[in-house]
């Protein structure tokens, strides 16, 4: 969809998750875009609240996006939350389908699996599934209940979402290196299922999922990222592109750079003698 094949995708959260209005959303959405970003996703908590109402931030969003698209020659995503109650999502998803809309998020916990099917079977727009809420099933006290990660991937995938947070490894997300990575194996591989029923048995392919690397990343973690999940990742950062002292813009330019650093196979430090922007990003952090 956004004509990118050799290298890892960049995405961004806007930031502050809360408090900006639709105007102001927009903006840094456009910043992070012109920077290099190809994703830029609203946060789990932020859904039609006063200050920001969907429909507005929505249309006013798009419509920075295809600005941004004109301007760097390069295709753009936005990740809308349509999070709701049912009827409510529903509505949502279609108003983004009618008005240029091309990716839609849902925290799929919140939702549940049987609304999170409603909004497969509505749409073929791209689900971004964010899993706020995963460590009230895949983090008990007791290690002896809940529901691992792993579970959780299986059944989004099976749903059919087409991107979803598994965690970083080395970012703050907890998660350890050989879980994140089997998550990301499970939902990446070509997978034939069997499905055996009274009228005998039914064959069936499962898409794969693209795994989002999310939390606590910035520019100098990007090399470690790519050589655990390798150039099929979405690295998504938010302060780690906002908090940069640059501003939004160049934030993004930076991380870009990381990652093209590292496709190159070229150390970031080599990389910044003739790239100023990841050069001043590396001495902050």
């Known amino acids: ?41 609203d946060d789990e908590n932020l859904a039609n609240q006063d200050f920001n109402k969907f429909k507005d931030r929505f249309l006013k969003t798009i419509k920075a996006m295809e600005k941004a698209e004109k ?27 009618r008005h240029g809309g091309n990716y839609i998020m849902l925290d799929i916990l919140t939702l549940g699996w049987s609304a999170l099917q409603t909004a497969r079977n509505i749409s073929k727009l791209p689900i971004h599934a964010h899993r706020a809420g995963h460590a009230m099933l895949d983090r008990p006290k007791n290690k002896g209940f809940g529901m691992s ?69 910035y520019p100098r973690l990007v090399p470690e990222i790519i050589k655990m999940m390798d150039k099929d990742v979405i690295i998504q950062m938010g302060g780690g592109i906002h908090g940069n002292r640059l501003g939004t813009r160049d934030g993004a330019v930076a991380a870009r750079q990381a990652i093209d650093a590292s496709i190159k196979g070229i150390s970031l ?10 050069r001043d990003t590396l001495r902050q952090w």
């Open 149 to 217: 990660m792993e579970v959780i991937a299986e059944f989004t995938r099976m749903v059919g979402a087409d991107s979803l947070h598994i965690g970083t490894v080395v970012g703050k997300m907890e998660g350890s290196k050989d879980e994140v990575l089997h998550i990301e194996r499970e939902m990446e591989e070509q997978q034939t299922k069997i499905s055996r029923t009274n009228l005998g048995q039914r064959w069936y392919n499962m898409k794969p999922v693209m795994a989002v690397a999310s939390g606590g990343l």
């Open 71 to 97: 301007e760097t020659g390069e295709k753009k995503a936005y990740m809308v939350n349509c999070t709701a109650e049912t009827e409510a999502m529903k509505k949502r998803i279609n108003f983004v389908q």
């Open 269 to 278: 430090m080599e990389y910044s003698k003739t790239h100023q922007e990841l």
């Open 1 to 41: 969809m956004l004509r990118v094949y050799q290298r890892p995708l960049l995405g961004t959260i806007v930031k502050p998750k809360v408090g900006l209005q639709p105007g102001e959303h927009s903006s840094v959405a456009y910043e992070a875009w012109l920077g290099g970003c190809d994703l830029v996703k």
